[in-house]
């Protein structure tokens, strides 16, 4: 099949809202954004009250946080392949090469992300506040909402950052999801995979959804900081 | 009850900071009773907004002590900055989060009622860091009159703005002190303190040189310092 006719029937597998494709994006769709979710829960907290406290080895974390910014995927992958295998720590959970496994694996490639740039966002706006907030007895922990607040529309953007590299990866979802057919395929798994395969326009098909998402979430990005400037002034 | 009495006289003896091997405040003792407004003047690098800042316990003395003739629960004194911090939130939020953090019963009327005294009503909804410098020190005035407290510390309080905003801001520091808030304020400006002022520190290298009532300051400094810098020569 040329490329111009897998176009056109990657087109028509999206209007027509074909079941497989359907259910391959929202499964992605929905393990990335679980990670996200679950990555902002811990990651938030953390990068925030990593900016507003110093304590002995905080560099040391900090360095830490931010080489795991690079973590290959496929490591990622592998860890958590370790830890859930049936001979693992925690393999009588039973939940390697299901979503859940998936969203293990894309947490903890986003966790860093967020927590750094958290770290980095917070840091700013602690060293802005500090005063103010000390005087009305606003340190360490109790700091940390305030912050997390008026710093929304800069973390939005790390989220955003964060939900990009989770959607985009393929390693770990492939090596702890298995690629398994209508259970843990996801976007970038079926394009690898049909790819192989030389079925071009299911491949095709769920490469325009991914780079529309690309877009739409810089498109996220960049509205986030405008309505941010709007306030910070 | 306890929690009634009040702060003041707030007594502070042989404050002394030092960092990076420096000696920044040197001995610094004086007694503010209730009532009035003390200015805290003396060139750049003296010591004047350390000495504010360590009575407001933003940062602890290497020696010395601050004390309170009570220490009810809640702090009972406030500060407003050099640079007013604005939270990236509206006029009225700016207002309700302080009184929130302070733990002041009945915050949204309160937040009202500091917006209508300093005649912030119209802006309540704007963003405050989008408000003029003016507008921004009238609110950060307010924030700090909102939570009652009975000693305000002023840190240079118009040295951003325009004599128009200076002026309205000096009326406002007045109106406090007519209301009987005891006002320490630190200004580089003589002629503010002059206006403002019944009483003068002046500190010159991180040591109290004068504690004068300020018509006697200005008119016959005793101290050989106190002249050379109302004359004009910043003594570096």
């Not at chain 1, 953390?46 to 974390?61: D, E, N, Y």
């Not at chain 2, 004047?48 to 602890?60: A, D, E, N, P, Q």
């Not at chain 2, 220490?71 to 939270?87: D, I, N, S, Y």
Request: glycine share 10%; hydrophobic share 50%; charged share 15%.
């Amino acid at each position: 099949m040329d490329v111009t006719s897998a176009f056109g029937a990657a087109l028509s597998l999206i209007f027509n809202l074909d079941p497989q494709f359907l259910q391959i994006v929202g499964l992605s769709l929905r393990v990335t954004l679980t990670a996200v979710l679950l990555a902002a829960l811990i990651g938030l907290p953390l990068g925030a009250l990593l900016a507003v406290t110093r304590f002995p080895g905080r560099s040391v974390i900090i360095v830490l946080v931010n080489g795991l910014m690079g973590l290959p995927p496929v490591v990622a992958g592998l860890i958590v392949f370790l830890l859930l295998s049936r001979s693992g720590p925690l393999g009588s959970l039973g939940w390697l090469f299901t979503p859940t496994a998936m969203v293990i694996a894309q947490t903890l490639l986003v966790l860093p992300i967020i927590i750094a740039l958290t770290r980095g966002t917070i840091e700013d706006l602690w060293s802005e506040y500090r005063e103010h907030l000390t005087s009305l007895g606003l340190t360490g922990w109790r700091a940390v909402p305030t912050l997390l607040w008026d710093g929304r529309f800069a973390l939005a953007t790390g989220l955003l950052a964060g939900f990009g590299r989770a959607s985009a990866e393929v390693g770990a979802v492939l090596i702890v999801g298995g690629n398994i057919a209508a259970y843990t395929r996801t976007m970038t798994t079926s394009i690898a995979l049909e790819t192989s395969k030389g079925d071009l326009p299911l491949a095709l098909g769920l490469g325009l959804v991914l780079i529309t998402l690309t877009v739409a979430i810089n498109a996220a990005a960049y509205g986030a900081s405008r309505i941010g400037a709007r306030f910070a002034g | 009850m306890r929690d009634n009495a009040s702060i003041l006289p707030l007594d502070v003896e042989g404050l002394r900071f030092e960092a990076g091997g420096k000696t920044l405040l040197d001995g610094v003792s004086f007694s503010l009773p209730k009532g009035g407004v003390t200015a805290v003047i003396g060139p750049n690098g003296a010591g004047k907004s350390l000495t504010l800042r360590i009575c407001h316990k933003l940062i602890m003395p290497s020696a010395g002590r601050v004390r309170w003739a009570a220490e009810p629960g809640r702090k009972r004194h406030a500060m407003v900055f050099q640079r007013p911090v604005m939270l990236r939130r509206s006029v009225i939020a700016n207002l309700r989060h302080a009184l929130v953090a302070y733990g002041t019963p009945d915050p949204a009327t309160r937040a009202q009622t500091a917006l209508a005294r300093f005649g912030l009503l119209a802006l309540a909804e704007r963003p405050a860091r989008l408000l003029s410098g003016g507008e921004q020190q009238r609110l950060a005035i307010a924030r700090a009159w909102a939570l009652e407290p009975e000693l305000m510390f002023l840190d240079e309080p118009s040295s951003q703005l325009d004599p128009g905003a200076t002026r309205q801001i000096e009326e406002i520091i007045r109106g406090l002190a007519a209301e009987g808030m005891t006002i320490l304020m630190t200004t580089h400006d003589l002629g503010q303190a002059r206006r403002l002022s019944q009483r003068v520190l002046f500190l010159n290298k991180g040591r109290l040189v004068e504690d004068a009532e300020t018509t006697r300051f200005f008119a016959e400094p005793s101290s050989s310092e106190a002249r050379a810098f109302l004359a004009g020569d910043l003594l570096w």
